[in-house]
């Protein structure tokens, strides 16, 4: 082997040396305990954000940077924890993304700012709240507590969430809603589409409110329901079985516009409302 031959790896080995220890300098971790009823606070600009529930009472957030211009700060107070991600204005052009995975114990309540990147909660037991502007959200396996969501663009979906407040506010977002059941339910997603399909148990309150989207409701034929639907200037459609309230349709044409109907014991109210987009209730 010739002597540039050896500079050339030596120089190539060095340069790949030196791009892992940048790499492994970019992951940063920090791990704090907290009681039940605690809170864990995230706020990203840019990037995505996972949090599950882990065991014990250990929270681990392992927070991955693509900039030296770009700082991540957590720090306990009390019962609560707040991480967030520092991007100085001289940082303008760099790379200011930042991945967030974080462990929680099930039972703290979770608050995430976010913009551009996906936000995900699982298998929680407490109250979540995120903000979000255009990255999805996604929340799974959450109950008894409140889910609150507020979104610019970004698509949210609710799976596998019980005995939940659940308040969804989107500017023109979709949002899709499985296995979801509460006391209180309130939908408002401005030109976005809703889709909901479960059986509105709990003996909840149930509004699903959008501008010019559509509402597609699928519900199974056990479900307990008062239901009211309307829509200004688009239309209703029901295959779902309806005991009929006097003066109104439970099997509109498609030129209708408003339905009212009872299912079983009628536990829960559900109420359907659109100024221009098409309502469709669906049988399982």
């Known amino acids: 082997m010739s002597g540039t ?7 190539a080995v060095a340069l790949l040396l030196a791009s892992l220890a940048y790499a492994a300098d970019n992951r940063k971790e920090f791990k704090f305990s907290l009681t039940p ?3 864990v606070a995230i706020s990203n600009a840019n990037g995505p954000v996972s949090v599950k ?5 250990q929270v681990l957030i392992v927070a991955t940077t693509h900039s030296d211009k770009v700082a991540v700060e957590a720090n306990q107070f009390g019962n609560r924890v707040d991480a967030r991600t520092h991007i100085p204005d001289k940082s303008a052009g760099a790379d200011t993304r ?5 462990t929680v114990p099930n039972d703290v309540d979770v608050t995430i700012h976010g913009g ?3 936000l995900r909660v699982e298998k929680m037991r407490s109250d979540v709240e995120i903000e979000s502007e255009s990255g999805k ?3 799974r396996e959450v109950s008894g507590g409140h889910v609150h969501v507020r979104t610019m663009s970004a698509p949210v979906s609710l799976s596998g969430v019980n005995n939940a407040h659940v308040e969804i506010t989107t ?7 499985k296995s979801v059941s509460g006391p209180f339910m309130n939908v408002n997603a401005g030109k976005g589409s809703i889709s909901y399909d479960g059986d509105f148990g709990g003996a909840g309150e149930y509004t699903l409110l959008n501008n010019s989207g559509n509402i597609e409701v699928t519900v199974p034929a056990n479900a307990s329901i008062s239901l009211r639907a309307h829509s200004i200037r688009g239309s209703v459609e029901n295959d779902f079985p309806l005991t009929a309230i006097p003066g109104m349709s439970t099997n509109p044409n498609s030129q209708a516009r408003s339905l009212m109907g009872t299912s079983n014991s009628g536990a829960s109210s559900v109420d359907l409302r659109s100024f221009s987009g098409k309502i469709r209730v669906k049988k399982q």
């Open 137 to 139: 959200v996604d929340v």
């Open 98 to 102: 930042v991945e967030y995975e974080v």
């Open 171 to 177: 500017v023109s977002g979709d949002v899709t809603l």
């Open 5 to 11: 031959d050896r500079a050339l790896r030596c120089a």
């Open 37 to 39: 009823n605690g809170n």
């Open 53 to 57: 529930s882990g065991s014990g009472r």
């Open 116 to 118: 551009e990147g996906d």
